[in-house]
């Protein structure tokens, strides 16, 4: 609310000619006042419906009105409910509304519950990354009922374009619940960065065993695909196009912080070596790690030393045939199917290289070089 | 249903010298089916990917009809996407897959089945709808992807390279039934692949891009026939356009185009431009397509003026035609289409003569077809 809370109480007790008293309370113990006085069914499907400004609720003969909403809590009103007429409760809830919808531009918009809770989980975690001792327990205060004691698949969202301004939380946790289809917990943390723990159950498929599915699949195949689809949501029925992680299931209540240390030097290796990829995998990202620890200094040192010819590798035509021949196993054929060329045309081209750098990427030895010496390149150039 | 207006579009990338796209202007009318085409790098998916909202658009406008859509979010552009990488989501059935777009945007459950039930029909998966997606062909998850899509009923399909994950015997089942799809559901359609023969086969038009420039935008007939340069004309095609290099000379009248091996009779029309427009003495690029080039007595009697000889390093007998790959016109391999009788093997002198009227020529420093420009 843009105008002070005690010139409105002031003027309000003055127009009513009644005691007014202005209090605070969590979003929960709204929640139960609203909910004794109303009745569940009266709420809507979800457990925690918004709360917003003109909303009100008796009490122990005590009529309570919302004024304002934030992260620190909710701002009501308390007045004798004899004091009132229902015309001037029906006036009072409809001015506070109106005034609460052309209110602060910057003013938050209502936030359930779950959305403060997880915002409190949040900070503690980005308090632990910057901290030089960090905790990876989480303190008890922060454990919310017994499912952050059982395997959860972690994702990192990191979205490229900003958010909608207010709602942004509601509306992502909404989203989610309706494609994992189960309890999901979705913790901001920087500015577009969410971290989201998923059920472990979408790792168990019992159903595709009645019918003849394809080769077994691992652990790091069905995470791959539920990230990829879940990729696919989002870009498509959220902001857009986004950067996703993810990492092997673990309990939150021990693994929080580990997990999220993780999956962000994840997004930031995917970031940095494999630019136009936005789905990051951990198990594929071994060796950048390994090379991203590399001094720079090193790398350029390493560079110059391995290469005759370093600009072959800015040849757009050059790069996209080697990714795709590494892609495919250093198989000849099917790189030169996949490329749409003749495999004639991927020989001379793989013969030129060899002319050009003296590596031959069909030998085992040269093709890892020629694969840390792309590697290196990308992010020295990069750098 | 909608078309499709770029203007000016730009795309640049933090840190780039160049722009990926540049300059891209493009009216795509109300149910056509128009395909980007180019090799790796050209710009195409990017330019998908901005009318997708997928990517920001640095400079320009896009319209989606006549709704500006450069700053809308993905999900309310009225499009749907098949992508190359298209994910089905693995934790729930073909049904849910399809019909989850439409819960999001609260259809009623009535309205979802209809819709769901009718795709699938069209799709030949009706039997598939309990499945997951782990118990799904290749070519049964792609008809699924499809299907997310159709039941949007949107303005525009948006697809990258659908088919490239498929094996070529499917891929060609699926081209067809793409074509028929987008048809009976009079969508408009952009389609990006860089498979030239997919272009040929599925677009009213095509654009043909190269290096973040569209290089020309064109019906199938127009681009084979008439390419307005010379990546046109080696990219679309199969096999591609052989090019000699050579040069212009008149003798008695006559124009002559001259090369290591080669001394044939340029046309009278021809000639006409090429005087007019100053290329006598100097050097050019012929551009002759393989079908272009006649081994029949019956051709060779008729063209005197434009028979080169030959020896053909390599015969590859298709059956219903035969591809020989020729030493001795020009310095380069020059690619013949023939019939699959004419009984030619390695190592033969073959006389040939080239179909002058079909022929084109290049600008050597621009590259521009000069009949063309």
């Given at each position: 609310?843009?105008m002070?809370?005690?010139d409105?109480?002031?003027?309000?007790?003055?127009i009513?000619?009644?005691?007014?008293?202005?209090?605070?309370?969590s979003?929960?113990?709204?929640?139960e006042?609203?909910r004794?006085d109303?009745?569940a069914?009266?709420q809507?499907?979800?457990?925690?419906?918004?709360i917003?400004?003109?909303?009100?609720?008796?009490?122990?003969?005590?009529?309570?009105f919302v004024?304002?909403v934030?992260?620190?809590?909710?701002?009501?009103?308390?007045?004798?409910?004899r004091a009132?007429s229902?015309?001037?409760l029906?006036?009072?809830g409809?001015?506070l509304?109106?005034i609460?919808?052309?209110?602060?531009?910057?003013?938050?918009t209502?936030?359930?519950?779950s959305?403060m809770?997880?915002?409190?989980?949040?900070d503690?975690?980005q308090?632990?990354l910057?901290?030089d001792?960090?905790?990876y327990?989480?303190?008890?205060?922060?454990?919310?009922?017994?499912?952050?004691?059982h395997?959860?698949i972690?994702?990192?969202l990191v979205?490229?374009?900003?958010?909608p301004?207010?709602?942004a939380y509601g509306?992502l946790e909404?989203?989610?619940?309706?494609?994992?289809?189960e309890?999901?917990l979705?913790?901001?943390?920087k500015?577009?960065?969410?971290?989201?723990?998923?059920?472990a159950?979408?790792?168990?498929?019992?159903?595709?065993?009645?019918?003849?599915?394809?080769e077994?699949?691992?652990?790091?195949?069905?995470l791959?695909?539920?990230?990829s689809?879940l990729?696919?949501?989002?870009?498509?029925e959220?902001?857009?196009?986004c950067h996703?992680?993810?990492?092997?299931?673990?309990m939150?209540?021990?693994?929080?912080?580990?997990?999220?240390i993780?999956l962000r030097?994840t997004?930031n290796?995917g970031?940095?070596?494999?630019?136009?990829?936005?789905?990051?995998?951990?198990?594929?990202?071994?060796?950048?790690?390994l090379?991203?620890?590399?001094?720079?200094?090193q790398?350029?040192?390493?560079?110059?030393?391995?290469?005759?010819?370093?600009?072959?590798?800015?040849?757009?035509?050059?790069?996209?045939?080697?990714?795709t021949?590494?892609?495919?196993?250093?198989n000849?054929?099917?790189?030169?199917?996949?490329?749409?060329?003749?495999?004639?045309?991927?020989?001379?081209?793989?013969?030129?290289?060899?002319?050009e750098t003296?590596l031959?990427?069909?030998?085992f030895r040269?093709?890892v070089?020629v694969?840390?010496?792309l590697?290196?390149?990308k992010?020295?150039?990069?750098? | 249903?909608?078309?499709?207006?770029?203007?000016?579009?730009?795309?640049?990338?933090?840190g780039?010298?160049?722009?990926s796209v540049?300059d891209?202007n493009?009216?795509i009318?109300?149910k056509?089916?128009?395909v980007?085409?180019?090799?790796?790098?050209?710009?195409k998916?990017?330019?998908?990917?901005?009318i997708?909202?997928?990517?920001?658009?640095s400079?320009?406008?896009l319209?989606?009809g006549d709704?500006?859509?450069?700053?809308?979010?993905?999900?309310?552009?009225?499009?749907?996407?098949?992508?190359?990488?298209?994910?089905?989501?693995?934790?729930m059935?073909?049904?849910?897959?399809?019909?989850f777009?439409?819960?999001?945007?609260?259809?009623?459950?009535?309205?979802?089945?209809?819709?769901?039930?009718?795709?699938?029909?069209?799709?030949?998966?009706?039997?598939?709808l309990?499945?997951?997606?782990?118990?799904?062909?290749g070519?049964q998850?792609?008809?699924?992807?499809?299907?997310?899509a159709?039941?949007?009923?949107?303005q525009?399909?948006?697809m990258?390279?659908?088919?490239?994950n498929?094996d070529a015997?499917?891929?060609?089942?699926?081209?067809a039934?793409?074509?028929?799809?987008?048809?009976?559901?009079?969508?408009?359609?952009?389609?990006?692949?860089h498979?030239?023969?997919?272009a040929?086969?599925?677009?009213?038009r095509?654009?043909?891009?190269?290096?973040?420039?569209?290089?020309?935008?064109?019906?199938?007939e127009e681009l084979?026939?008439h390419?307005?340069?010379?990546?046109?004309?080696?990219?679309?095609?199969a096999?591609s356009?052989?090019?000699?290099?050579g040069?212009?000379?008149?003798?008695?009248?006559?124009?002559?185009?001259?090369a290591s091996g080669v001394?044939?009779?340029v046309p009278?029309?021809?000639?006409?431009?090429?005087?007019?427009?100053?290329?006598i003495?100097?050097?050019?690029?012929?551009?002759?397509?393989p079908?272009d080039i006649?081994e029949?007595?019956?051709?060779?009697?008729?063209?005197p003026?434009?028979?080169v000889?030959?020896?053909?390093?390599?015969?590859?007998?298709?059956?219903?035609?035969?591809?020989?790959y020729l030493?001795?016109?020009?310095?380069?391999?020059?690619?013949?289409?023939?019939?699959g009788?004419s009984?030619?093997?390695?190592?033969a002198?073959?006389?040939?003569?080239?179909?002058?009227?079909k022929?084109h020529m290049?600008?050597?420093?621009s590259e521009l077809?000069?009949?063309?420009?």
């Amino acid at each position: 609310m843009h105008m002070g809370k005690t010139d409105w109480i002031k003027q309000l007790q003055h127009i009513l000619d009644c005691p007014i008293e202005a209090a605070t309370m969590s979003a929960h113990e709204w929640s139960e006042i609203a909910r004794q006085d109303h009745g569940a069914a009266s709420q809507s499907g979800s457990p925690h419906p918004p709360i917003l400004p003109g909303q009100h609720a008796v009490s122990d003969g005590r009529l309570r009105f919302v004024a304002d909403v934030s992260p620190k809590g909710i701002t009501v009103f308390e007045i004798d409910r004899r004091a009132l007429s229902d015309k001037e409760l029906e006036l009072i809830g409809w001015t506070l509304r109106l005034i609460g919808s052309k209110g602060d531009p910057k003013a938050e918009t209502p936030i359930s519950d779950s959305e403060m809770y997880a915002r409190k989980l949040g900070d503690w975690i980005q308090k632990q990354l910057e901290s030089d001792e960090p905790a990876y327990s989480l303190p008890d205060h922060l454990i919310a009922g017994t499912r952050m004691y059982h395997e959860m698949i972690p994702f990192l969202l990191v979205t490229e374009q900003n958010s909608p301004k207010g709602g942004a939380y509601g509306e992502l946790e909404k989203l989610l619940r309706s494609f994992l289809s189960e309890d999901i917990l979705l913790i901001p943390l920087k500015s577009q960065e969410w971290l989201i723990w998923g059920p472990a159950s979408l790792l168990r498929d019992e159903e595709a065993d009645t019918y003849e599915s394809a080769e077994e699949e691992t652990v790091e195949d069905s995470l791959a695909s539920i990230v990829s689809a879940l990729h696919e949501m989002l870009a498509s029925e959220w902001l857009g196009e986004c950067h996703l992680a993810v990492a092997h299931p673990a309990m939150p209540a021990q693994g929080i912080v580990e997990t999220t240390i993780l999956l962000r030097e994840t997004i930031n290796l995917g970031r940095k070596f494999h630019v136009g990829t936005n789905i990051h995998l951990p198990w594929m990202l071994q060796l950048e790690r390994l090379l991203n620890a590399i001094p720079e200094a090193q790398r350029a040192k390493y560079l110059e030393q391995s290469l005759k010819r370093t600009d072959l590798f800015v040849e757009s035509e050059m790069l996209a045939t080697l990714e795709t021949f590494f892609a495919l196993d250093c198989n000849v054929s099917e790189t030169a199917k996949k490329l749409y060329i003749h495999r004639n045309t991927l020989l001379y081209r793989l013969d030129k290289l060899k002319q050009e750098t003296g590596l031959d990427v069909r030998q085992f030895r040269d093709a890892v070089l020629v694969k840390i010496i792309l590697l290196l390149y990308k992010v020295t150039k990069r750098n | 249903m909608a078309g499709v207006r770029l203007e000016g579009i730009y795309k640049r990338y933090p840190g780039s010298e160049k722009a990926s796209v540049t300059d891209v202007n493009l009216d795509i009318k109300d149910k056509e089916f128009l395909v980007l085409v180019g090799p790796s790098g050209c710009g195409k998916s990017t330019t998908l990917r901005m009318i997708a909202g997928l990517e920001e658009i640095s400079e320009g406008k896009l319209y989606i009809g006549d709704r500006l859509v450069n700053d809308v979010a993905p999900k309310d552009r009225d499009i749907a996407m098949v992508f190359q990488s298209y994910a089905l989501y693995p934790h729930m059935n073909v049904y849910q897959n399809m019909a989850f777009g439409l819960k999001l945007r609260k259809f009623k459950k009535a309205d979802i089945d209809k819709r769901v039930r009718e795709a699938a029909k069209i799709l030949d998966i009706e039997h598939l709808l309990d499945r997951k997606p782990k118990a799904l062909s290749g070519g049964q998850r792609q008809r699924v992807a499809l299907g997310r899509a159709i039941v949007r009923e949107p303005q525009v399909f948006l697809m990258d390279e659908p088919l490239s994950n498929l094996d070529a015997k499917l891929r060609g089942q699926m081209r067809a039934e793409i074509s028929k799809l987008t048809k009976r559901l009079e969508t408009t359609t952009i389609y990006v692949t860089h498979d030239q023969i997919e272009a040929m086969t599925m677009g009213d038009r095509i654009v043909v891009m190269k290096d973040g420039f569209i290089q020309q935008t064109a019906s199938p007939e127009e681009l084979y026939n008439h390419p307005i340069n010379m990546f046109v004309a080696g990219f679309i095609g199969a096999p591609s356009m052989n090019f000699i290099n050579g040069q212009l000379t008149e003798q008695g009248g006559e124009v002559r185009f001259k090369a290591s091996g080669v001394d044939i009779v340029v046309p009278e029309g021809k000639a006409a431009t090429l005087r007019s427009k100053g290329y006598i003495g100097k050097e050019v690029i012929l551009g002759v397509r393989p079908e272009d080039i006649h081994e029949e007595p019956v051709f060779l009697e008729a063209s005197p003026n434009t028979i080169v000889n030959a020896t053909v390093e390599v015969a590859e007998n298709l059956g219903h035609e035969m591809y020989l790959y020729l030493n001795g016109i020009g310095t380069d391999t020059v690619i013949a289409r023939v019939d699959g009788r004419s009984g030619l093997r390695d190592g033969a002198s073959v006389k040939l003569a080239l179909d002058m009227n079909k022929t084109h020529m290049f600008d050597k420093e621009s590259e521009l077809n000069i009949f063309e420009n």
